[in-house]
C-alpha cells in the first residue's frame, strides 16, 4: 500500500445547522446536505476534500466536540479574520506576519475548533 493524499477530515460538533451557517458566511464553503460534507473540488480531481460535520452523539461515534485544527487560505486574512469575529468566532490569535511564511491568524469557531487563516 502506498501513501495517498488526505482527502476529508471530520468535525464534531454541538449544532450542524450553526456551523453549517457560520463556514458558509466565514470562509464562503459549501453545504453538501447529501453527504453532510462541505464540498471542494471535484472527485477524481487533486483540488477534491471533503469536511464532514457531525453531532457528537451520531452514529455512535461520541468524539469530542471542538478538538479539531486546520488551517485555511484567504485572499484577505485580517478581512477574513473580522468576518468571523462578526459571525460568532472567538480570536485564537490575531492577524501577524510571520518571518519566513506567509500572515496569518486564528479562530476558534462556535465549537472551539482552531481554525488558522493563511494570506493566499
Given at each position: 500500500m502506498t501513501a495517498g493524499r488526505v482527502v476529508s477530515l471530520k468535525l464534531t460538533v454541538s449544532d450542524v445547522d450553526a456551523t453549517v451557517r457560520f463556514y458558509e458566511a466565514v470562509l464562503g464553503f459549501r453545504w453538501v446536505p447529501e453527504i453532510w460534507s462541505f464540498q471542494f473540488g471535484?472527485?477524481?480531481?487533486?483540488?477534491?476534500?471533503?469536511?464532514?460535520?457531525?453531532?457528537?452523539?451520531?452514529?455512535?461515534?461520541?468524539?469530542?466536540?471542538?478538538?479539531?485544527?486546520?488551517?485555511?487560505?484567504?485572499?484577505?486574512?485580517?478581512?477574513?479574520?473580522?468576518?468571523?469575529?462578526?459571525a460568532g468566532a472567538r480570536a485564537w490569535y490575531e492577524p501577524m506576519d510571520n518571518p519566513g511564511s506567509p500572515r496569518s491568524s486564528g479562530i476558534l469557531d462556535p465549537d472551539g475548533n482552531r481554525v488558522e487563516l493563511v494570506q493566499a
Open positions: 471535484e472527485y477524481p480531481r487533486d483540488d477534491f476534500f471533503l469536511i464532514s460535520v457531525d453531532t457528537a452523539n451520531d452514529e455512535g461515534d461520541p468524539g469530542p466536540v471542538g478538538c479539531g485544527r486546520f488551517g485555511f487560505v484567504v485572499t484577505d486574512v485580517d478581512e477574513a479574520h473580522a468576518r468571523a469575529l462578526a
